[in-house]
């Protein structure tokens, strides 16, 4: 499985785009990339899922260059309530989807 | 929106007494998984299965911690006898592809 490296934490105000990006150098030719996002006594929340290029959904944008050894997760225009720690997953399906979770981004978003 | 269940929330337990944890997946969904995630860090995979069988235990502390999913339906995580360095929250999570669904999780306190 790709081992992944994102920031430890960022910080942003309300109304901003945030930026997110996760290295993932061995990545295999059939992994996906998936972001996720985990509240506080939560369990983590699917927030988008890609291949390559570009895949928007209704709360992120997700960027893939073609090498696929990185990608950017963006969100558009963060509120308070966008504070929590965003995980990016690199991982394929054998036998179930097989993924590991690293230490993930702390974002904080300010008033 | 269908939900993983996880039961109980909250634990309390003394070292070296016996602890379980019971999730019932969102139905259908083939693949279970079981993490323990230590505050401030991201889950750690314990077990997964697939239907019945286990996919991946690799980093189940198989001396003291077993899990079944007998008719490939709900599961049971069970932890004996608990240390002190159980103490964490353990998700659960189902799919049915690659995106996870997780469960609110069991926040376990050994003291």
């Known amino acids: 499985l790709a081992k992944t490296t994102q920031p430890i934490s960022m910080d942003s105000y309300e109304g901003q785009e945030v930026n997110i990006t996760c290295s993932h150098n061995?990545?295999?030719?059939?992994?996906?990339i998936t972001w996720y996002q985990q509240f506080p006594s939560q369990g983590p929340r699917f927030i988008i899922q890609g291949y390559k290029t570009k895949v928007t959904n209704e709360v992120a944008s997700l960027f893939i260059p073609a090498d696929r050894k990185s990608s950017t997760l963006s969100l558009p225009r963060v509120s308070l309530s966008d504070t929590a720690v965003y995980y990016c997953?690199?991982?394929?399906?054998?036998?179930?989807?097989?993924?590991?979770f690293g230490a993930g981004t702390r974002l904080f978003v300010k008033a | 929106e269908a939900e993983v269940a996880q039961s109980p929330r909250y634990k309390i337990t003394e070292k070296s007494q016996a602890v379980a944890f019971w999730c019932d997946p969102i139905?259908?969904?083939?693949?279970l998984y079981w993490y323990r995630q230590i505050l401030g860090q991201g889950p750690e995979l314990l077990v997964q299965f697939q239907d019945e069988s286990v996919v991946d235990d690799s980093q189940l502390p198989k001396d003291r911690f077993s899990a079944e999913r007998l008719k490939g339906v709900d599961s049971t995580l069970k932890i004996q006898p608990a240390e002190l360095g159980d103490s964490a929250m353990y998700l659960c999570a189902s799919s049915l592809d690659e995106r996870q669904y997780f469960g609110p999780g069991t926040r376990l306190t050994v003291t």
């Open positions: 061995n990545i295999a030719t059939n992994d996906y």
């Open positions: 139905s259908g969904h083939a693949t």
């Open positions: 997953l690199v991982g394929g399906y054998t036998g179930g989807f097989k993924t590991i």
